[in-house]
């Protein structure tokens, strides 16, 4: 049987930067199939990356973006 889900609270600074449109993304960048689907990459996406192994990056779709991240202060 399948494990259920569970929500955590993230306890860590993330790392990320903007997507420039028109940028050549790295196989390094992974993107998900539905971000793929919706268009992504593409302006106001974010790319996240691993504070610990840079080489480990990811697209973050705007929406997630902006409905789950806020500048650290």
């Known amino acids: 049987m399948a494990e259920q889900f569970q929500e955590y609270r993230r306890s860590q600074i993330a790392e ?3 997507y420039v ?7 390094r960048v992974s993107i998900s199939a539905p971000d793929r ?5 593409k302006a106001g996406d974010m790319i996240a990356r691993n504070p ?4 480990d990056q990811w697209l973050v779709a705007k929406a997630y ?6 500048p650290a202060e």
């Not at 689907?37 to 990459?41: H, I, K, L, R, T």
């Not at 973006?65 to 806020?70: D, G, K, L």
Request: glycine content about 8%; overall charge negative; proline content about 12%.
């Open 16 to 18: 990320l930067r903007p």
């Open 37 to 41: 689907e919706a268009g992504s990459p």
């Open 52 to 55: 610990v192994n840079h080489d």
């Open 21 to 27: 449109p028109g940028e050549e993304l790295s196989d």
């Open 65 to 70: 973006f902006e409905a789950n991240f806020e």
